[in-house]
Protein backbone atom coordinates (compact mmCIF):
# COMPACT_ATOMS: atom_id res chain seq x y z
CA UNK A 1 0.00 0.00 0.00
CA UNK A 2 2.98 2.17 0.50
CA UNK A 3 2.02 3.48 4.21
CA UNK A 4 4.87 4.54 6.21
CA UNK A 5 3.28 6.27 9.02
CA UNK A 6 0.23 6.90 10.58
CA UNK A 7 -1.58 9.35 13.10
CA UNK A 8 -2.54 7.07 16.19
CA UNK A 9 -5.66 9.00 18.22
CA UNK A 10 -6.52 9.18 21.61
CA UNK A 11 -8.71 10.66 24.06
CA UNK A 12 -8.10 11.94 27.33
CA UNK A 13 -10.62 9.99 28.84
CA UNK A 14 -9.06 6.90 27.30
CA UNK A 15 -5.57 7.98 29.38
CA UNK A 16 -7.44 9.02 32.84
CA UNK A 17 -10.48 6.37 33.07
CA UNK A 18 -8.83 3.25 31.07
CA UNK A 19 -11.96 1.51 31.07
CA UNK A 20 -12.09 -2.27 30.41
CA UNK A 21 -13.34 -2.93 27.21
CA UNK A 22 -16.21 -5.67 27.30
CA UNK A 23 -14.29 -9.72 26.19
CA UNK A 24 -16.07 -9.80 22.82
CA UNK A 25 -14.73 -6.78 21.66
CA UNK A 26 -11.49 -8.44 21.59
CA UNK A 27 -12.54 -11.87 20.13
CA UNK A 28 -8.80 -11.03 17.63
CA UNK A 29 -6.57 -10.10 20.42
CA UNK A 30 -7.53 -12.22 23.38
CA UNK A 31 -4.18 -11.64 25.30
CA UNK A 32 -5.56 -8.17 25.65
CA UNK A 33 -8.87 -9.17 27.15
CA UNK A 34 -9.12 -7.88 31.33
CA UNK A 35 -6.55 -5.04 30.41
CA UNK A 36 -7.19 -1.03 29.49
CA UNK A 37 -6.82 0.96 26.54
CA UNK A 38 -3.43 2.08 27.43
CA UNK A 39 -2.26 -1.52 26.98
CA UNK A 40 -3.80 -1.22 23.81
CA UNK A 41 -2.18 1.69 22.31
CA UNK A 42 1.08 0.07 23.78
CA UNK A 43 0.75 -3.09 21.62
CA UNK A 44 -0.28 -1.16 18.42
CA UNK A 45 2.56 1.39 18.99
CA UNK A 46 4.86 -2.01 19.40
CA UNK A 47 3.49 -3.38 16.28
CA UNK A 48 3.78 -0.56 14.09
CA UNK A 49 7.05 0.31 14.86
CA UNK A 50 7.82 -3.40 14.60
CA UNK A 51 7.09 -3.14 11.01
CA UNK A 52 8.74 0.30 10.52
CA UNK A 53 6.04 2.65 10.36
CA UNK A 54 6.34 5.92 11.34
CA UNK A 55 3.61 6.48 14.67
CA UNK A 56 2.26 10.43 15.23
CA UNK A 57 0.20 10.53 18.07
CA UNK A 58 -3.11 12.60 18.25
CA UNK A 59 -4.99 13.65 21.10
CA UNK A 60 -8.84 13.55 18.97
CA UNK A 61 -10.54 15.05 21.68
CA UNK A 62 -11.37 15.09 25.45
CA UNK A 63 -14.13 12.62 25.75
CA UNK A 64 -14.01 8.93 23.78
CA UNK A 65 -16.37 9.60 20.89
CA UNK A 66 -16.66 10.78 17.41
CA UNK A 67 -15.30 14.05 16.25
CA UNK A 68 -16.30 16.62 15.27
CA UNK A 69 -18.93 18.82 15.59
CA UNK A 70 -19.51 22.46 16.82
CA UNK A 71 -21.84 20.78 19.94
CA UNK A 72 -19.80 17.80 20.68
CA UNK A 73 -18.52 19.99 23.91
CA UNK A 74 -14.79 19.13 22.43
CA UNK A 75 -14.18 22.40 20.12
CA UNK A 76 -11.42 23.30 22.73
CA UNK A 77 -8.34 21.18 23.57
CA UNK A 78 -10.36 21.34 27.02
CA UNK A 79 -13.57 20.92 28.48
CA UNK A 80 -15.62 19.99 31.92
CA UNK A 81 -14.39 17.15 32.24
CA UNK A 82 -10.74 17.43 31.27
CA UNK A 83 -8.76 20.62 31.98
CA UNK A 84 -6.19 22.64 30.34
CA UNK A 85 -3.44 21.25 32.70
CA UNK A 86 -5.21 17.45 32.70
CA UNK A 87 -4.71 18.27 28.59
CA UNK A 88 -1.02 18.77 29.09
CA UNK A 89 -0.40 16.43 31.92
CA UNK A 90 -1.45 13.47 29.37
CA UNK A 91 0.77 14.59 26.69
CA UNK A 92 3.14 14.35 29.16
CA UNK A 93 2.53 11.21 29.72
CA UNK A 94 2.40 9.64 26.17
CA UNK A 95 5.57 11.35 25.59
CA UNK A 96 7.23 9.78 28.53
CA UNK A 97 5.74 6.45 27.73
CA UNK A 98 6.90 6.41 24.37
CA UNK A 99 10.29 8.33 24.90
CA UNK A 100 12.65 5.33 23.62
CA UNK A 101 10.17 4.22 20.86
CA UNK A 102 12.89 5.97 18.28
CA UNK A 103 9.49 5.01 15.26
CA UNK A 104 7.02 7.46 17.56
CA UNK A 105 7.90 10.88 15.61
CA UNK A 106 5.28 13.32 16.19
CA UNK A 107 3.16 14.76 18.36
CA UNK A 108 -0.75 16.36 16.56
CA UNK A 109 -2.14 18.12 19.60
CA UNK A 110 -5.13 18.16 18.94
CA UNK A 111 -7.79 17.39 15.85
CA UNK A 112 -9.51 20.46 14.30
CA UNK A 113 -9.28 23.15 17.01
CA UNK A 114 -13.43 24.72 16.64
CA UNK A 115 -15.36 27.16 17.56
CA UNK A 116 -15.12 28.43 20.32
CA UNK A 117 -11.38 28.55 19.43
CA UNK A 118 -9.46 31.66 18.36
CA UNK A 119 -6.40 32.20 17.03
CA UNK A 120 -5.30 34.92 19.55
CA UNK A 121 -7.72 37.02 21.87
CA UNK A 122 -8.59 36.10 24.72
CA UNK A 123 -6.67 33.21 26.51
CA UNK A 124 -9.14 30.44 27.48
CA UNK A 125 -9.87 30.25 23.87
CA UNK A 126 -6.49 31.29 22.21
CA UNK A 127 -5.50 28.25 20.35
CA UNK A 128 -1.51 29.21 19.28
CA UNK A 129 -0.69 29.87 22.63
CA UNK A 130 -2.18 26.81 24.41
CA UNK A 131 -0.02 24.63 21.71
CA UNK A 132 2.87 26.57 22.39
CA UNK A 133 2.20 25.60 26.00
CA UNK A 134 1.61 21.93 25.51
CA UNK A 135 4.34 21.42 22.98
CA UNK A 136 6.90 22.91 25.22
CA UNK A 137 6.02 20.47 27.87
CA UNK A 138 5.93 17.43 25.77
CA UNK A 139 9.55 19.01 24.77
CA UNK A 140 11.14 18.86 27.91
CA UNK A 141 9.44 15.51 28.53
CA UNK A 142 11.21 14.15 25.59
CA UNK A 143 13.86 16.67 24.69
CA UNK A 144 16.08 14.65 22.59
CA UNK A 145 13.56 13.93 19.69
CA UNK A 146 14.16 17.56 18.07
CA UNK A 147 16.83 20.35 18.59
CA UNK A 148 16.08 23.10 20.78
CA UNK A 149 13.22 26.11 20.30
CA UNK A 150 13.17 29.01 21.08
CA UNK A 151 10.32 28.96 23.11
CA UNK A 152 12.00 26.29 25.14
CA UNK A 153 15.04 28.42 25.55
CA UNK A 154 13.03 31.26 26.36
CA UNK A 155 11.56 28.99 29.65
CA UNK A 156 15.11 28.37 30.68
CA UNK A 157 15.73 31.93 30.70
CA UNK A 158 13.08 32.77 32.61
CA UNK A 159 13.73 30.42 35.27
CA UNK A 160 17.20 31.63 35.36
CA UNK A 161 18.90 28.18 34.48
CA UNK A 162 20.18 30.15 31.22
CA UNK A 163 21.67 33.25 30.12
CA UNK A 164 20.58 35.29 27.01
CA UNK A 165 22.00 34.94 23.94
CA UNK A 166 23.44 37.01 21.66
CA UNK A 167 22.37 38.07 18.27
CA UNK A 168 18.89 37.92 18.83
CA UNK A 169 17.88 40.86 17.04
CA UNK A 170 19.34 39.18 13.77
CA UNK A 171 17.58 35.81 14.63
CA UNK A 172 14.95 35.22 12.05
CA UNK A 173 11.38 34.09 12.70
CA UNK A 174 9.43 31.90 10.90
CA UNK A 175 6.27 32.48 8.92
CA UNK A 176 5.12 29.67 11.19
CA UNK A 177 6.02 31.40 14.46
CA UNK A 178 8.91 31.69 17.18
CA UNK A 179 9.10 27.62 17.27
CA UNK A 180 11.64 27.11 15.06
CA UNK A 181 15.12 25.99 17.13
CA UNK A 182 16.93 28.44 18.79
CA UNK A 183 20.23 29.49 17.39
CA UNK A 184 23.00 32.48 18.85
CA UNK A 185 23.78 29.81 21.38
CA UNK A 186 27.10 29.42 22.66
CA UNK A 187 28.24 25.97 23.83
CA UNK A 188 27.71 27.06 27.25
CA UNK A 189 24.34 28.17 26.90
CA UNK A 190 23.65 24.80 25.19
CA UNK A 191 24.92 22.71 28.15
CA UNK A 192 23.16 24.98 30.54
CA UNK A 193 19.49 24.35 28.81
CA UNK A 194 20.04 20.82 27.96
CA UNK A 195 20.91 20.84 32.06
CA UNK A 196 17.71 22.60 32.96
CA UNK A 197 15.97 20.61 30.36
CA UNK A 198 15.08 17.05 32.18
CA UNK A 199 15.23 16.42 36.07
CA UNK A 200 17.73 14.95 38.08
CA UNK A 201 21.27 14.54 37.97
CA UNK A 202 22.94 13.76 34.79
CA UNK A 203 19.73 13.46 32.92
CA UNK A 204 20.05 16.23 31.04
CA UNK A 205 23.59 16.56 28.99
CA UNK A 206 24.62 17.84 26.02
CA UNK A 207 24.66 14.21 23.33
CA UNK A 208 28.04 13.10 22.85
CA UNK A 209 29.77 12.97 19.29
CA UNK A 210 29.18 8.94 19.29
CA UNK A 211 25.96 9.69 20.20
CA UNK A 212 25.15 11.76 16.98
CA UNK A 213 27.06 9.16 15.09
CA UNK A 214 24.36 6.24 16.14
CA UNK A 215 21.67 8.27 15.98
CA UNK A 216 22.31 9.43 12.33
CA UNK A 217 24.66 6.82 11.17
CA UNK A 218 22.11 3.61 12.32
CA UNK A 219 21.11 2.87 8.80
CA UNK A 220 17.54 2.48 6.41
CA UNK A 221 17.09 -0.84 9.20
CA UNK A 222 18.71 0.87 12.10
CA UNK A 223 20.75 -1.75 12.62
CA UNK A 224 24.22 0.14 12.06
CA UNK A 225 24.75 -1.28 8.73
CA UNK A 226 25.72 0.26 5.94
CA UNK A 227 26.29 2.96 7.29
CA UNK A 228 24.66 5.75 5.27
CA UNK A 229 25.43 9.09 3.81
CA UNK A 230 22.71 10.97 4.88
CA UNK A 231 20.42 10.38 7.99
CA UNK A 232 17.46 9.20 5.44
CA UNK A 233 19.71 7.21 3.30
CA UNK A 234 22.11 7.43 0.21
CA UNK A 235 20.07 9.83 -1.90
CA UNK A 236 21.11 13.58 -2.24
CA UNK A 237 19.51 16.05 -0.66
CA UNK A 238 16.75 17.47 -1.83
CA UNK A 239 14.59 20.38 -0.97
CA UNK A 240 11.95 17.64 0.70
CA UNK A 241 14.53 15.94 2.89
CA UNK A 242 15.99 18.77 4.77
CA UNK A 243 15.66 22.18 5.82
CA UNK A 244 18.86 23.92 3.89
CA UNK A 245 19.67 26.18 0.95
CA UNK A 246 20.68 23.90 -1.79
CA UNK A 247 19.33 24.68 -5.61
CA UNK A 248 15.93 26.40 -5.57
CA UNK A 249 15.61 25.41 -1.76
CA UNK A 250 17.39 29.16 -0.40
CA UNK A 251 16.47 29.57 3.39
CA UNK A 252 16.73 32.41 5.41
CA UNK A 253 16.48 31.11 9.14
CA UNK A 254 14.91 27.47 10.06
CA UNK A 255 11.84 25.78 10.21
CA UNK A 256 9.81 24.39 13.15
CA UNK A 257 11.28 20.85 14.66
CA UNK A 258 10.64 17.38 12.28
CA UNK A 259 8.96 19.97 8.62
CA UNK A 260 11.03 17.29 6.52
CA UNK A 261 9.77 13.83 7.96
CA UNK A 262 11.67 12.51 4.87
CA UNK A 263 15.15 13.20 6.95
CA UNK A 264 14.04 11.59 9.78
CA UNK A 265 16.35 8.19 10.63
CA UNK A 266 16.08 4.98 11.16
CA UNK A 267 16.21 5.67 15.51
CA UNK A 268 13.38 8.66 14.38
CA UNK A 269 15.25 11.51 15.37
CA UNK A 270 14.54 14.51 12.54
CA UNK A 271 16.82 17.58 11.61
CA UNK A 272 20.37 15.44 11.43
CA UNK A 273 20.71 17.08 8.63
CA UNK A 274 19.88 20.76 8.24
CA UNK A 275 18.10 23.07 10.30
CA UNK A 276 20.74 24.28 13.24
CA UNK A 277 23.91 23.13 13.93
CA UNK A 278 23.83 21.27 17.18
CA UNK A 279 26.95 21.36 19.48
CA UNK A 280 27.97 18.37 21.09
CA UNK A 281 29.93 18.00 24.44
CA UNK A 282 32.98 16.46 22.35
CA UNK A 283 36.54 19.10 22.24
CA UNK A 284 37.47 19.30 18.74
CA UNK A 285 39.76 16.89 17.22
CA UNK A 286 40.70 17.38 13.58
CA UNK A 287 38.99 13.77 12.98
CA UNK A 288 36.64 11.25 14.49
CA UNK A 289 36.14 7.56 14.52
CA UNK A 290 34.46 5.70 17.40
CA UNK A 291 37.25 2.64 16.63
CA UNK A 292 39.24 2.34 19.90
CA UNK A 293 42.41 1.84 18.03
CA UNK A 294 41.78 5.51 16.24
CA UNK A 295 43.30 8.49 17.61
CA UNK A 296 42.17 7.57 20.85
CA UNK A 297 38.27 8.17 20.36
CA UNK A 298 35.75 6.36 23.12
CA UNK A 299 34.62 3.27 21.82
CA UNK A 300 31.50 3.13 24.88
CA UNK A 301 29.76 6.57 23.91
CA UNK A 302 31.36 8.68 26.30
CA UNK A 303 32.38 12.11 25.29
CA UNK A 304 36.04 12.71 23.80
CA UNK A 305 37.08 15.39 26.35
CA UNK A 306 40.89 16.28 27.66
CA UNK A 307 42.22 17.52 30.69
CA UNK A 308 42.46 20.48 30.60
CA UNK A 309 39.39 21.36 28.01
CA UNK A 310 40.25 22.20 24.49
CA UNK A 311 39.37 25.39 23.60
CA UNK A 312 37.07 24.59 20.69
CA UNK A 313 34.13 21.97 20.50
CA UNK A 314 32.49 20.35 18.11
CA UNK A 315 28.96 20.86 15.99
CA UNK A 316 27.18 18.43 13.99
CA UNK A 317 24.52 18.47 11.15
CA UNK A 318 24.93 21.17 8.94
CA UNK A 319 22.16 24.00 8.63
CA UNK A 320 19.81 25.93 6.73
CA UNK A 321 22.19 27.88 5.41
CA UNK A 322 24.41 24.87 3.97
CA UNK A 323 24.27 25.57 0.48
CA UNK A 324 26.60 22.06 -0.29
CA UNK A 325 25.36 19.03 -0.16
CA UNK A 326 28.87 17.89 1.51
CA UNK A 327 27.34 19.71 4.32
CA UNK A 328 24.41 17.39 4.74
CA UNK A 329 26.36 14.55 5.07
CA UNK A 330 26.89 12.11 8.31
CA UNK A 331 30.18 12.56 8.17
CA UNK A 332 30.05 16.62 8.39
CA UNK A 333 32.23 18.01 11.39
CA UNK A 334 32.12 21.65 12.30
CA UNK A 335 34.07 23.70 15.33
CA UNK A 336 33.67 26.83 16.97
CA UNK A 337 35.43 28.02 20.31
CA UNK A 338 32.91 27.32 23.18
CA UNK A 339 31.97 31.01 24.05
CA UNK A 340 31.20 31.36 20.53
CA UNK A 341 28.01 32.13 19.23
CA UNK A 342 26.58 32.27 15.54
CA UNK A 343 23.52 31.91 13.59
CA UNK A 344 22.95 28.54 12.95
CA UNK A 345 24.65 27.55 16.61
CA UNK A 346 21.68 24.96 17.92
CA UNK A 347 21.53 22.44 20.38
CA UNK A 348 20.17 18.81 20.99
CA UNK A 349 19.84 17.39 24.18
CA UNK A 350 20.24 13.84 25.46
CA UNK A 351 19.09 11.78 28.70
CA UNK A 352 20.97 8.83 30.41
CA UNK A 353 18.93 6.08 31.18
Not at 3 to 24: C, F, H, K, N, W
Not at 298 to 325: C, M, Q, W
Request: glycine letters at 10%; one cysteine or more.
Amino acid sequence: MGVDSVRLTYSDAMVRDEPIPAPERLAANPDLVGKGPLAAFDAVVEALAAEGILVILNNHMSDAGWCCSETDGNGLWYNERFSEADWIADWVKLAGRYRHVPKVVGADLRTEPRRPATWGGAAETDWPSAAERCGSAILAANPDRTEVTIPQYRACEAAGACGPRAGIPQEPVDRWGDGVPAQWMTWEQARAFCAFAAAGPDRGRLCTEAEWEWAARSGPAGDGTPAPAYPWGEAAPACGTAVWSGPGCVREGPEPPCSRPASTGARGVCDLAGNALEWVEDDWHPSYDWHPSYDGAPANGTARIGAPRAEKRVLRGGSYAHDFADGLRCAYRDRANAGDAAAMFGARCCASP
